[in-house]
């Protein structure tokens, strides 16, 4: 009976790895440590494994290449991600690597990424805990950017949030506002969770203690709003003004989670005679191009979108190069943007 010829499956069962970081250590690629790497080389020859012919050197199969996962959702944000894959790309570009864009509604694995195809992993924006398991199973190295695991210790790159809301929150203050809401839904993504307690901590820190419980009611009742986001997704600037018309008492003034959702809500105040920053002051967060352009020009915050892509592609290749190194997290700084909306 002939016998059957080993595999890859069996070298890393013997071995206690995935699959790809047997191909890496197989292929001498990066991604694997040098113990991995001789031990993988000792079962294969043990078993007799005989490895495929590959294809030439300039074939996408032996391309050096990063994978960059972004959800469905996210690709209609452009004008922010799109800065963040520019940062990716230019990086990338420049150490030799190609980049592929895949995109992800639910738990769909690029085949790139089973097959052992890629170098690296970044997965931009949020991604859910379980889907991030599945992925981590390929051993591919990975990195976060603007995204954050509350489960693992991963390389990730995120921008400064609780810091941004909080600079914000503060500067509202100071030029005199007192009944301060956060417009959006803290528990969207780990961004927008931050941007809230940002807010938070600023009213704990500059109401005086007989003032605190009205505030911090106010600042509560006005930040569940969990369909919020949906209504940006679609657009829906009427069901965005009745969450708006649903505050009981009129703001003096709004943080909103994001840019986008500041200029939707500027413009559907302004279209029932709402002045802005007459009747109420609006502010986002994210510093995208198009708040340069509305009327009135909007107050943000600045988030260093490009310079995140770049970051996320150099803490991946230090990865790449030292695979047993432990998780690096960087938090970029972010800086107030004082427009007419405020």
């Known amino acids: 009976m002939k016998r059957k010829a080993a595999t890859m499956q069996d070298i890393a069962r013997q071995v206690g790895v995935s699959v790809n970081a047997v191909s890496l250590a197989l292929k001498d690629r990066p991604g694997v440590s040098d113990d991995t790497r001789q031990r993988v080389r000792e079962i294969a020859q043990k078993i007799g ?22 959800r469905h959702r996210f690709f209609r944000d452009f004008r922010f991600y799109g800065r963040i894959l520019l940062g990716i790309e230019e990086t990338a570009k420049q150490a030799g690597y190609d980049v592929q864009i895949s995109s992800f509604g639910g738990e769909e694995v690029p085949a790139s990424v089973q097959e052992g195809r890629v170098s690296g992993l970044i997965v931009l924006g949020t991604i859910d805990d379980k ?53 959006g839904d803290p528990n969207y993504t780990p961004s927008t969770r931050d941007r809230y307690f940002g807010v938070l901590k600023a009213i704990q820190d500059h109401v005086c203690p007989g003032d605190m419980n009205a505030a911090l009611a106010y600042l509560t009742r006005f930040s569940t709003r969990g369909m919020i986001e ?10 965005i003004f009745e969450l708006y018309e649903d505050i009981p008492e009129t703001p003096e003034a709004l943080i909103c989670s994001n840019d986008e959702l500041a200029i939707l809500l500027m413009q559907v105040l302004q279209k029932h005679d709402i002045a802005v920053p007459g009747d109420v002051a609006v502010a986002g967060f994210d510093d995208i191009e198009t708040g340069s352009m509305v009327t009135p020009t909007l107050t943000t915050v600045h988030v260093r979108k490009k310079l995140m892509g770049q970051r996320a592609v150099e803490c991946l290749l230090r990865r790449l190069d030292d695979p047993d190194a432990p998780p690096e997290k960087h938090i970029m700084s972010v800086t107030l943007v004082e427009r007419e909306s405020v």
Do not use: W
């Open 230 to 239: 949906k209504y940006v997704v679609e657009q829906n600037v009427a069901r």
């Open 49 to 70: 494994y005989k490895a495929k012919k590959t294809p030439p050197p300039e074939t996408p199969q032996t391309r050096k290449s990063i994978c960059v996962l972004l």
């Open 131 to 183: 889907f991030l398991a599945r992925l981590r199973e390929y051993g591919v190295p990975l990195v976060l950017a603007d995204h954050q695991s509350s489960v693992y210790a991963l390389n990730c790159v995120v921008s400064d949030n609780f810091f941004g809301a909080y600079g914000m929150a503060m500067h509202l203050f100071r030029k005199g506002y007192t009944r301060i809401g956060f417009f």
